[in-house]
């Protein structure tokens, strides 16, 4: 009677284990340009996507103004975009108020249950900061960063360092 009860508590203790623990999702980039794209004819909606190949051009243009710098700055800027393939930036302040709350809505459901890293809140803003650290520690695949009160999204698509990311802004 002991070992069925065991049993049957294990059981029972199993689902409601993988329910506390649910491990994050990704970011959901393909969903999220898809999104942009869906939304980037309305009016006031700014909108500017990098693929791989601008995104490249990009690179070798900041790399080529690297090379002839001085400045440890833009060096540290260069090794930090190196993993980066494409990116997104988003402001959409200008927009007719349901857009602007459609627009926050539908992304606020795309990033839920992602791994958010960092939440700020200052004052009545708030700013969330998404993506997948590796085993490691050390690298971030698919960086989003969202504020819908300011109207404002920036994903960077690929791998970042995060020592080379602390680098920049600590400086």
Do not use: W
Not at 100 to 126: C, H, I, N, P, Y
């Amino acid at each position: 009677m002991r070992r069925l009860f065991i049993i049957i508590v294990i059981a029972l203790a199993l689902p409601l284990a993988g329910l506390a623990e649910k491990p994050a999702k990704p970011v959901p980039g393909t969903q999220i340009s898809m999104l942009i794209n869906e939304y980037k004819h309305y009016d006031g909606f700014e909108a500017v996507k990098v693929g791989r190949l601008g995104t490249r051009i990009v690179k070798a243009l900041v790399q080529t103004g690297a090379a002839h710098s001085d400045d440890p700055e833009m060096k540290d800027v260069m090794r930090a975009m190196k993993g980066i393939k494409k990116l997104a930036v988003v402001e959409y302040s200008d927009c007719a108020p349901e857009v602007r709350q459609g627009f926050s809505q539908r992304v606020g459901r795309l990033l839920d249950g992602a791994e958010m890293l960092m939440e700020v809140k200052d004052g009545s803003e708030m700013m969330r900061m998404y993506g997948v650290v590796d085993d490691k520690g050390d690298k971030i695949k698919d960086f989003v960063l969202f504020s819908p009160d300011d109207c404002t999204l920036v994903c960077l698509f690929g791998s970042i360092s995060l020592d080379k990311v602390l680098a920049i802004a600590s400086e």
